[in-house]
């Protein structure tokens, strides 16, 4: 719509509603109505998430690949694939604001986390498996080992948590009561994600990495942190129950109970 003056409304161009970003202005995070739900994967700085995981995942398949294949490398292999389509998840959900947006973005998300989940437990499958034919007895003895664990639990429960809150909400007394603990999820998808890429990063200290793959520590810490740099700045401060007191981007941030 344009204004008395014949200036489009910057919030149309843009999106209105749940449209601020905890970086940057209003609507620079935002799906714009009539534009495609991939669009998502690279608006904003989505660009830059991209760029940080996929490198990641190239990382860590190109260590793999440039050494014989043996039953262990399904393992690294499964759970970075696994991590990228979980990034996607995140990142395609994002920039929604309608509730046609957010519909279309729930089931975009949820299919991703499928396929991302599905992958991450077969990599899970695959070192258990690999751990038994070995008699490797030392559980958790790494730090990865530890960071994976609390990761592959923290994801199982997201995946509970958001498929039964939108698909299965009477378990929780209904549609508002349900809300309600969205924006929970929503911290807890970005504190399970932050922990996939510190477990990734904690990988490159292994034995297997360090004496047979020597894989770069510095590579692998980057990617995490451009894929941090990429994801953090469109986190939507309204879906948190987070808002900035005050007309411009510089107010503080207030938590709305």
Request: proline share 2%; aromatic share 10%; glycine share 10%.
């Amino acid at each position: 719509m344009a204004s008395a003056t014949g200036i489009p409304d910057v919030n149309n161009l843009r999106g209105t509603g749940e449209d601020e970003p905890l970086l940057g202005r209003r609507g620079d995070a935002s799906q714009q109505d009539g534009t495609s739900l991939l669009w998502n994967l690279y608006l904003g700085t989505a660009a830059v998430a991209q760029a940080g995981i996929w490198v990641l995942a190239a990382i860590v398949w190109g260590s793999i690949f440039s050494h014989d294949l043996i039953f262990m490398s399904a393992h690294p292999l499964l759970n970075s694939a696994g991590l990228l389509l979980v990034v996607q998840a995140a990142l395609v959900l994002q920039p929604t604001h309608t509730p046609e947006q957010k519909r279309a973005g729930t089931i975009a998300h949820a299919i991703f986390h499928f396929f991302g989940v599905s992958a991450l437990t077969s990599g899970l499958v695959i070192i258990e498996i690999n751990k038994a034919r070995s008699g490797h007895r030392a559980e958790f003895a790494s730090a990865h080992a530890r960071l994976g664990l609390i990761f592959y639990i923290l994801i199982y429960a997201q995946v509970f948590v958001g498929f039964t809150q939108y698909w299965v909400q009477s378990i929780y007394g209904g549609e508002e009561k349900a809300k309600k603990i969205w924006k929970y999820h929503r911290v807890g998808g970005y504190i399970t994600a932050t922990l996939g890429l510190a477990t990734v990063c904690a990988a490159t200290w292994t034995t297997y990495v360090v004496n047979v793959l020597s894989t770069q520590k510095w590579a692998v810490i980057l990617a995490s942190v451009i894929t941090l740099v990429g994801v953090v700045p469109r986190i939507k401060l309204q879906k948190l129950g987070l808002r900035r007191d005050g007309e411009n981007s510089e107010g503080r941030i207030r938590l709305d109970l």
